[in-house]
């Protein structure tokens, strides 16, 4: 079992900066592939990034490539989301997800542990 716990979260005006944390304890997180998604109101949950369990990839939406960037710190047991240039459109819940290894890591099917979320609104 794993729980994470997101954080960072909160009111940025559009093209300011936001850094998303998620804390992960239970199993060894290392082991786990990590991953970021987000629901707008009205809009199915949908993949930002994600980065496997080794760090050695990394993968970005098309929609936040060049702009967000995702890096991990097994030492902290901590995954991050650096947001920058941000949109009114990234306006969204944010979850932080872990996910088994060997599964993909871009769609929700490829995590099992995912935490509750935290708010990011931008304004115009």
């Known amino acids: 079992q794993v729980q994470v716990v997101e954080s960072g979260g909160g009111l940025v005006q559009a093209g300011g900066s936001l850094r998303l944390s998620c804390a992960a304890s239970?199993?060894?997180?290392?082991?786990?592939?990590m991953g970021w998604f987000r629901q707008a109101p009205g809009k199915e949950r949908e993949f930002v990034a994600a980065?496997?369990?080794?760090?050695?990839?990394?993968y970005y939406a098309d929609s936040v490539k060049g702009r967000f960037t995702i890096s991990r710190d097994d030492a902290k047991n901590t995954v991050y989301l650096q947001m920058n240039s941000l949109k009114p459109e990234d306006t969204a819940v944010y979850y932080c997800?872990?996910?088994?290894?060997?599964?993909?890591?871009?769609?929700?099917?490829?995590?099992?542990?995912w935490g509750q979320g935290t708010q990011v609104t931008v304004s115009s």
């Open positions: 239970g199993r060894t997180f290392s082991g786990f592939n």
């Open positions: 997800a872990a996910g088994d290894p060997r599964w993909v890591v871009t769609t929700s099917r490829g995590y099992e542990y």
């Open positions: 980065i496997r369990w080794n760090g050695g990839n990394t």
